[in-house]
């Protein structure tokens, strides 16, 4: 059994990887994520004992932004930097 997410993440998706390894998760993360608007705040979810370095690699390696993480969930905003100061949205947990 899991824990739950962190209550205080405020996120607009989800995505469960499931029990795939890290690399098939990325590459469904990739296909899922490729719709959504810059500055959403998804919730990668993945059992696989890699995650903890996967998922910050990828974010580096991506430009998203990996804001928490509290292993199987990594709370990431897509491409931040594409949003104009603006258009920022204030989330509340």
Same mark, same amino acid.
């Given at each position: #059994?899991?824990?739950? &997410?962190?209550?205080? /993440?405020?996120?607009?998706?989800?995505?469960? @990887? @499931?029990?795939?390894?890290?690399?098939?998760? &990325?590459? $469904?993360?990739?296909?899922?994520?490729?719709?959504? *608007?810059? @500055?959403?705040?998804?919730? +990668?979810?993945?059992?696989?004992?890699? *995650?903890? !370095?996967?998922?910050?690699? /990828?974010?580096? #390696?991506?430009? $998203? *932004? +990996? +804001?928490? #993480?509290? =292993?199987?969930?990594? +709370?990431?905003?897509?491409?931040? =930097?594409? !949003?104009?100061? %603006?258009?920022?949205?204030?989330?509340? %947990?």
């Amino acid at each position: #059994m899991r824990a739950d &997410i962190p209550s205080s /993440w405020a996120f607009d998706d989800e995505f469960d @990887g @499931g029990e795939e390894t890290c690399g098939r998760v &990325i590459i $469904n993360l990739h296909t899922y994520v490729r719709g959504l *608007a810059p @500055g959403t705040r998804i919730v +990668l979810i993945s059992e696989d004992p890699a *995650a903890p !370095v996967e998922f910050p690699a /990828w974010c580096r #390696m991506t430009r $998203n *932004a +990996l +804001l928490d #993480m509290a =292993h199987p969930y990594y +709370l990431v905003e897509l491409k931040p =930097h594409l !949003v104009p100061d %603006g258009d920022k949205e204030t989330r509340h %947990g």
